[in-house]
């Protein structure tokens, strides 16, 4: 009898604990779920290099092998939290630089991988007399917007430095244009240095127009981080995470195949014609990243643009770094670290 009651307690210590878990991490372990719910995945209208493994699972059927019903969802620039907070989609990629502030502000989301390093870049005119990032006190950088992830990403850069970024402390100047011409801006002068990602950063500096002085995929205090991710609804996240871990491995095996197969994934791509641009472009840009998804470097991403962000006025000083990467981070069952580990 004593042994039976022992066998009891245990098990009830398990299920407490394992219902515990999984409520901090913000998932349903009491509701049933819908085995025909089908996910809504947003993927860009113009898709970009960033996300190539949403395509791959999509051609391979990396979805289905994980027994995922799926729609995909066009989504249009600047609408994707918009979607991800009224359900019109569960689960999307996007820049974290991007999403810390609207976290903070409110943003109900959870990110569940890390999908890649690298991407955005600042550049200079050949000729500039800037030769290195720390000459860029006292110039004039132009970016799409200031909450652009360029934009974000240069300024923890730039602050890392010791130059200051923040209002109270401004030693560079911002000028907004359109993606399209910032290369024109920097070519004429307008500007000393734009922020701007790949492709278009790639092509600018192959053709010899201008030189790279930050490279997120390169630089020791970049290179390492995870800046597109995985981002999901907190309500699918809770109310269907078998779903969400199904996606999430799809992802991390699409991702698995792009690290190994850039030129295959680039003529994919271009077959399926959902990214511009010579498919030996895009293959030399994909072989710049580091595509081995994870989860633990997902955690890891967020707490550290937290912090950065923190430092320069972006996020406000009575948020908890910690508590915040705790309530977006989410680690789903069944879904491993890394493929690589």
Partial sequence: MKKTILLLSLVCVAVLSLHARGSSQGISTAVAEDPNYVVKIGRGVSVGLCASPFVIAEHFGYYEEEGLKWESIAVETGQTNLLLTTGAVDVTNNLLATLIQPIANGLDV?????????CQKVLVRVDSDIQTAADLRGKRIGTTGMAASGTVITQRYLAELGIGVTAENLEVEWLIYQQADLPLALERGQVDAIAVGDPTAYLIEQEGKARVIINQATDDYLKDEFCCVVVASADFVKNHPEAAAKFTRAIQKAAAFVQENPDETAR???ERRYVAGEPAVNAAILKTYDFRASVSEAEVAISRNTRDLQQINLVDKDIDPD?????VFVALPGVPDSLYK
């Fill in 110 to 118: 959870k990110i569940p991988l890390g999908i890649h390093t690298g």
């Fill in 268 to 270: 994919i791509l271009d």
């Fill in 323 to 327: 508590a915040l990467t705790r309530n």
